[in-house]
């Protein structure tokens, strides 16, 4: 059986449909019963043909009641189109008490009537759903708020206590030990706003909503500001090593995104590595010529980022960039990463990991050339 798609200006094959789809004629006998349905509920399509719809699909709802008796689709109030989204459990046996035994479905189901509403129905579409996509949504959702919670109870419950302290002991404290409590106090209050800070990004991201401001970008400038940057917070000058040809073409990009991906990537190779942190960048084209300015053909720019640190296990690299993944125990969000993905992969680049040749992680991700 085939179905007009209109918006398609074609017509529709219903296996091609991603989701489980049953239609009943205005008798209530099954006449399509797609593949992904076939899938879904084990039911071979050819017993399922010409049966009425209610014993093919013994939908029973959580408490184990008879949905179909519930909602009675050729019987029921005439000014009924159909009905939502339901959790519903097709039994494995019918004739038992427990539903949930069987499997677990979202279930739609849609009226057709000839002259619309207050006449009789003519036809049931029934869409089918499962679930573990939603599940693993769900448990992810679940996963976050845990983590953020355990995230942000430290530092605040830092917080909490010095503050106390002080407003309870004020006077039995020595400047000293006054200026260290707040100190502490100033870290975590840090430590939480670049916690929310990131979450906020990772939620731009997810959405589609991270807006990007694309100018030309002139890496080895950029680049030389970051490591300057590290080196005013602490971090010894010969620990960097910038390797940059001349020529190097401008990429199109977001300045502040960059600046972020690289404080990232740079703040990673320095927290967990070790040794010299080596920045590279190259034009990824053959015909590029770094003694020149030639860039005739060159559509991208990749930037690596390597250490010599221990490097990370071949069973984690696949890990590194979803989110809260911690390669060792010197602190961090455990989003940085994850966010690093995202802002190369918003501008139209790709990021990988791997370890280099001399033992430690290697990051690198492209940009497209201005």
């Known amino acids: 059986m085939r179905l007009f798609a209109g918006a398609l200006d074609g017509l529709l094959v219903a296996d091609d ?135 942000l109870r430290s530092p605040l419950t830092s917080v909490k206590g010095f503050t106390a302290t002080l407003l309870a002991r004020w006077d039995r404290f020595t400047d000293d030990q006054k200026r260290m409590m707040l100190q502490t106090v100033d870290a975590d209050a840090d430590r939480v706003v670049r916690l929310i800070a990131e979450l906020l990004d990772v939620a731009r991201l997810d959405s589609g909503r991270m807006e990007l401001h694309r100018i030309p970008v002139d890496l080895r400038g950029l680049i030389t500001d970051q490591v300057r940057a590290c080196v005013a917070q602490g971090v010894p000058e010969e620990t960097f090593r910038i390797r940059i040809p001349r020529g190097l073409p401008p990429v199109a990009a977001d300045p502040d995104k960059l600046r972020q991906v690289l404080a990232n990537l740079l703040e990673n190779a320095v927290r967990h590595g070790g040794g010299t942190v080596t920045i590279e960048a190259r034009a990824e084209d053959d015909r590029f010529r770094p003694d020149s300015l030639h860039t005739e053909g060159v559509s991208s720019v990749a930037v690596a980022v390597s250490d010599q640190g221990p490097g990370i296990p071949d069973d984690q690299l696949t890990r590194v960039f979803t989110r809260f993944w911690r390669g060792g125990r010197r602190g961090g969000t455990g989003l940085g990463l994850s966010i690093v993905k995202g802002l190369v992969e918003a501008h139209g680049g790709l990021v990988s990991v791997g370890n280099g040749a001399d033992g430690g992680a290697r990051f690198r991700f492209t940009l497209p050339v201005a």
């Open 17 to 151: 449909l991603p989701d489980g789809f049953v239609a009943a004629d205005s008798e209530g006998l099954v006449r399509v019963f797609n593949r992904a349905a076939v899938t879904l509920t084990g039911i071979p399509a050819d017993s399922a043909l010409g049966r009425p719809f209610d014993e093919v699909l013994p939908l029973r709802t959580v408490d184990g009641r008879d949905w179909w008796g519930l909602t009675d689709p050729y019987g029921g109030l005439s000014i009924r189109t159909g009905h939502r989204e339901a959790q519903l459990f097709l039994p494995e046996d019918p004739g038992k008490d427990d539903p949930e035994a069987g499997t677990e479905l979202l279930v739609t189901a849609r009226y057709q009537r000839r002259d619309g509403r207050s006449t009789p129905v003519t036809g049931l579409v029934v869409a089918l759903r499962g679930t573990q996509a939603r599940r693993r949504r769900e448990r992810r959702q679940s996963d976050l708020i845990a983590t953020v919670a355990h995230e």
